[in-house]
């Protein structure tokens, strides 16, 4: 069983759509859910993350987990053209006692926001 | 706003050649990797980096690579003899607090 599964999409959506991104994960002990930006060509670009489960909001963007379910999810309000790039999750796979961690990728989801 | 820089952008090498993979992280963070994305695959980590010693690596991460940080300010991966499949975008990342990891450019190797 794969690690982190993230639909690839493409998804294409209007200009200010909200966009639902979403993952699922098979290990129930992670504790740090992650989601990045990826413009083509370019590294990613760490957008915010979430400790267990619950809500976090910056600006435009909300992260949710819900570990009963390892489901994690990304919503983006008002989608802007800028927002088009590939967007990953990624999960924490903690070591040394949960004092350092790499992270395990979803392969992304490619949007892209229409005028 | 500080962030991870990486050289060269792109580096072309025959098979079987050596090639290094410089670094430059963000200066105060403690923590350093290596992931690496073969062309539309997923971002795969490769290895860990703290306090002068490798702190955890993948299967990936075989007896051809090592890493390096011969001073206070750069890192480095070195693949000793290149294969094709060692053709990928290599990510060098940094951090401070070991969930935030901040991600370079990265460097586009390319085998022939």
């Known amino acids: 069983q794969k690690e982190v599964e993230q639909d690839p999409g493409p998804l294409s959506v209007p200009e200010g759509a909200i966009v639902s991104l979403n993952c699922t994960y098979s290990?129930?002990?992670?504790?740090?859910f992650m989601w990045y930006r990826q413009y083509s060509r370019k590294g990613p670009e760490l957008l915010m993350y979430?400790?267990?489960?619950g809500n976090k909001e910056d600006g435009r963007f909300t992260a949710q987990v819900d570990k009963s379910s390892k489901y994690i999810s990304l919503f983006i309000r008002d989608s802007q053209p800028s927002d088009s790039a590939t967007y990953l999750c990624?999960?924490?796979?903690?070591?040394?006692?949960?004092?350092?961690?790499?992270?395990?990728f979803g392969k992304g989801t490619k949007l892209s926001v229409k005028p | 706003e500080p962030e991870v820089t990486q050289t060269p952008s792109h580096q072309v090498t025959q098979m079987g050649q050596e090639v290094i993979l410089r670094c430059v992280p963000i200066?105060?963070?403690?923590?350093f990797y290596w992931y690496r994305q073969i062309l539309g695959q997923k971002v795969e980590f490769l290895v860990s980096?703290?306090?002068?010693?490798?702190?955890?690596k993948s299967e990936i991460f075989d007896d051809q690579f090592s890493v390096e940080r011969p001073d206070g300010s750069n890192f480095t991966l070195k693949i000793r003899s290149t294969k094709l499949e060692d053709s990928a975008m290599y990510f060098c990342?940094?951090?401070?607090?070991?969930?935030?990891?901040?991600f370079g450019p990265g460097t586009r190797l390319t085998v022939t």
């Open positions: 990342a940094s951090s401070t607090l070991f969930y935030e990891q901040y």
């Open positions: 290990n129930s002990a992670f504790q740090y």
């Open positions: 979430t400790y267990s489960s």
């Open positions: 990624a999960i924490l796979s903690e070591n040394y006692g949960g004092s350092q961690g790499n992270l395990i």
């Open positions: 200066s105060n963070h403690l923590y």
């Open positions: 980096f703290y306090n002068n010693e490798i702190s955890e």
